[in-house]
């Protein structure tokens, strides 16, 4: 229903998307999981990817570290934990005799080798969660004194953490050569293009490697990386996304027509990395506008 609703009001801003979706959707998805926050919530995540990569306008099999890190949206798994650590904070503090207390010191007095052993039950789950963000001391005292401050820091470390493994998963990833120096954030042109979805689409889908430069056919094939080279022009270089933009001598024309003069010579990774980091509306404009000309031409020469 979300996605029709999106489909109606395609030149939605990122802003409100998300905030329709906070507001609708996440509440569905992680209702009850501050108790069943740890098994494994794949089936949930998908929805989140799916929503985004529509939004993006992105291929299905285009890398989710992509589409989180363009978004700045993080997966849900770090929503599930915040809330389980929160839940966990409630009960501590509950009296005694409540029946959520009482089952919890059940689960925590659990010897191993019974049902409730520390392996498996909730309660020891939360350890290790804890553990893994830094405070074991928290649990060994079963008490926080500073709630607020250690809700927030809690928070912070779980988003810190996911950032460090989408950073991982980048580096691991043959298709991440060119985003390893992005930083996790929704991307400027997300609002400055809200008005322009094809040109906004347009430059996610060059982005995210979600488009038909040989270098992301040739992986198809199985070809090598050093042989996936660009057949616009001669100079035998892999058509990546920087040999389109700043390199190739085919799309000079449109260089000169849509870039600043210092990006139409003497190409660098810097100059790339600089170039996807403006942040005025008019550039990133000009930018689709290149990439989608570029996409264009390259058509004609393969049907031709």
Known sequence: VLLKYFISFP???????????NALIKPILCYGSEVTGFTNCI????????????????????????????????????????????????????????????VYNLLIDSPPGEPLSPSSNWAYQVK????????????????????????????????????????????????????????FSRKIYFELLSDHLLLRRTVSRFRCSSHHLTVETGRWYNIPREERICLMCDSNEVED???????????????????????????????YHRLMSVNTKEQWINIGRLILGAERMRSHYYIG
């Open 11 to 21: 030149t939605l801003s990122f802003t409100t998307a998300i905030y329709i979706f």
């Open 128 to 183: 290790n969660l804890l553990e893994s963000l830094g405070y074991p001391g928290v649990w060994q005292d079963q008490y926080v004194e500073d709630q607020v401050g250690f809700i927030r820091s809690v928070k912070q470390r779980l988003q810190d953490q996911y950032i460090q493994s989408w950073r991982e998963s980048i580096v691991e990833s043959s298709k991440g050569l060119l985003y390893s120096s992005e930083t």
């Open 43 to 102: 089936h949930v995540d998908r929805i989140v990817l799916k929503f985004l990569k529509h939004y993006l306008g992105v291929k299905a099999s285009t890398p989710n570290w992509a589409v989180y890190g363009e978004s700045g949206y993080f997966p849900l798994s770090v929503e599930r934990n915040f809330r389980i650590i929160k839940y966990w904070l409630k009960i501590i503090n509950m009296p005694d005799n409540r029946l959520v207390r009482l």
């Open 241 to 271: 996304e920087y040999h389109l933009l700043l390199c190739c001598e085919a799309y000079n024309e449109l260089r000169a027509q849509f870039l600043e003069q210092e990006f139409c010579a003497h190409p660098s990774l810097t100059k």
